[in-house]
């Protein structure tokens, strides 16, 4: 135990994992589980071997409220039975006490903002250079694999994306400011070449939160023709998915209303959703049981002719939906409480005086819009990925915007 207090009383190997963490997860397979893995496991090793373990009040409430979801959805396995390899990714939550605890036993704030900003910055080039190579070697194909599938990929390019606008105005130096504007572009780019549009629209809800928010500070005219010009250039980027998107939902809902929309995109999640509200009718406040979707998609498809990729389907794309489906209204409740709650939580630091705080409280409401939005139309808690990114920023933000020692 000697060589690892040594390495961690640095106060350098936890913000390297960090910047490591997104600086490569869009742009190197398995990155995300290497260093994401550390960078877990350091934190839980300067949670124990340093002391005093300082974790306040306000964490702990905001560590209840993101494991509502998994508690909240325990009647309903009582109730109706449950596989419990469902609760896998949403009990990740409780990944924030580790990481809060082992970054304030062993690392200084100001540097975790550095690092923190910076990483994302520079994932989001990579991200982008990934995107370009995937394009060229199978051009018209959605961006994401051997990363992760398209539609975590793209989840993940818009948290970085997110955090590279942040970073924008987090640094004073004009050579960071400017790799942090070539990150917001690169990760722009990812988001568009992922071919997603629930994370796209997840992307634009929570710029305009940043957008809000940092209008309000900045200092000159020449400030807000920059923000404006880099918002546009977001907006010039993603323009053409957004078309496409509009032209294929539309369509699809037409082939949908003909009544022939199962191999369709749009179709088949209307028809899951569809599934997910009638057997929510038959037991709204339990649902099925967590995990217990694939035995009613059989049930449905014995007596409808499912075609396609349909039958494979193990949840309804849709994160609202299926903790209905899966857990009732009670599960709902519990994912309404842990998607939200942190949002309130954040949005009340932005008055804070310390800059470092507003950044990272602002960054954190972003994500948190963002994901509510995006799991509108896909499932956050369906890739390992996703959970553990989203989760990972939330406590990487907290732990910014709930330190004493950046108010001082």
């Not at 939550?93 to 900003?117: C, E, K, W």
Request: proline residues 5%; glycine residues 8%.
């Amino acid at each position: 135990m000697a060589w690892l207090r040594r390495y961690l009383s640095s106060r350098q190997l936890l913000p390297l994992l960090v910047c490591l963490f997104y600086a490569t997860i869009l742009l190197l397979p398995a990155a995300f589980h290497v260093f994401g893995g550390l960078l877990i496991a350091g934190c839980l090793a300067a949670m124990f071997l340093f002391r005093p373990v300082r974790f306040y009040r306000s964490d702990a409430v905001l560590a209840c409220l993101l494991f509502a979801y998994p508690v909240l959805m325990l009647p309903s396995a009582f109730v109706k039975g449950a596989n419990f390899s469902f609760f896998d990714y949403p009990a990740r939550a409780l990944l924030f006490v580790p990481v809060v605890l082992g970054l304030r036993a062993r690392t200084d704030p100001f540097m975790i903002s550095r690092v923190f900003f910076l990483g994302a910055s520079a994932g989001g080039l990579g991200a982008a250079f990934f995107s370009f190579y995937s394009l060229w070697l199978f051009p018209g194909s959605r961006v994401g694999f051997p990363i992760t599938n398209p539609i975590p990929f793209a989840q993940i390019a818009t948290l970085l994306a997110l955090i590279s606008f942040a970073s924008i105005f987090s640094f004073s130096r004009q050579r960071e400011k400017l790799f942090s504007v070539f990150g917001f572009f690169g990760a722009t780019f990812a988001v568009y070449a992922a071919g997603s549009y629930g994370p796209l629209l997840g992307f634009g809800f929570g710029l305009i939160v940043l957008f809000v928010f940092m209008l309000r500070k900045l200092p000159s005219r020449f400030a807000y023709l920059g923000v404006f010009l880099v918002f546009a250039g977001a907006l010039l980027i993603c323009a053409p998915l957004l078309l496409v998107k509009f032209v294929q939902i539309t369509s699809d809902l037409q082939e949908f209303a003909t009544g022939s929309g199962m191999d369709t995109s749009s179709g088949q999640r209307l028809i899951l959703w569809s599934i997910s509200i009638r057997e929510l009718a038959h037991s709204p406040f339990f649902g099925i049981g967590p995990g217990h979707f694939k035995s009613v998609l059989s049930s449905y498809c014995a007596l409808n002719r499912c075609i396609g990729n349909f039958p494979s389907y193990n949840q309804v794309h849709s994160q609202y939906f299926d903790s209905a489906l899966n857990a009732g209204l009670i599960g709902l409740a519990g994912l309404l409480v842990t998607i939200f709650s942190p949002a309130f939580l954040f949005y009340r630091r932005l008055s804070a005086a310390s800059q470092v705080v507003q950044n990272a409280s602002a960054t954190g409401l972003a994500v948190v819009v963002a994901a509510s939005i995006s799991m509108i139309s896909q499932s956050l808690f369906a890739h390992n990925i996703s959970v553990i990114s989203y989760f990972l920023t939330i406590s990487i933000c907290w732990y910014l915007a709930n330190t004493p020692a950046l108010e001082v």
